[in-house]
């Protein structure tokens, strides 16, 4: 059993910021990769940001420069900081981890957490 629990998002004034955190619990081996997908009325799910184990990171081309995704592996958290927020940013936001769920597992499982509303707006 494997849970993501997501918190942090909710109604900012544009310019304004959010720290949205993910926590995963239950029995999940070897954590890779661990991001946010965030997914707006009428558009497609997309890849706002994801970080690897050793640290490295990605973004998508808007968040660069303005949001900020970290992990706590002791705790099995990955964070987004998000400042600067625009109205264009207000979406559903994931949580998704990439993990090998047992071992000897071939391959590894995307778990997704519920969402989380982030609205941005005067």
């Known amino acids: 059993q494997v849970q993501l629990v997501e918190s942090g998002g909710g109604l900012v004034q544009p310019g304004g910021s959010l720290r949205l955190s993910c926590a995963a619990s239950?029995?999940?081996?070897?954590?890779?990769?661990m991001g946010w997908y965030r997914q707006a009325p009428g558009k497609e799910r997309e890849l706002v940001a994801v970080i690897l184990s050793r640290g490295s990171t990605n973004y998508e081309d808007s968040a660069k420069g303005r949001f900020t995704i970290s992990r706590d592996n002791a705790k099995n958290t990955v964070y987004l900081q998000m400042n600067s927020l625009k109205p264009e940013d207000t979406a559903v936001y994931y949580c998704n981890v990439k993990a090998r769920r047992y071992i000897g597992d071939r391959g590894e499982y995307a778990y997704w957490g519920q969402g989380t509303q982030v609205t941005v707006s005067s």
């Open positions: 239950g029995s999940i081996f070897n954590i890779n990769a």
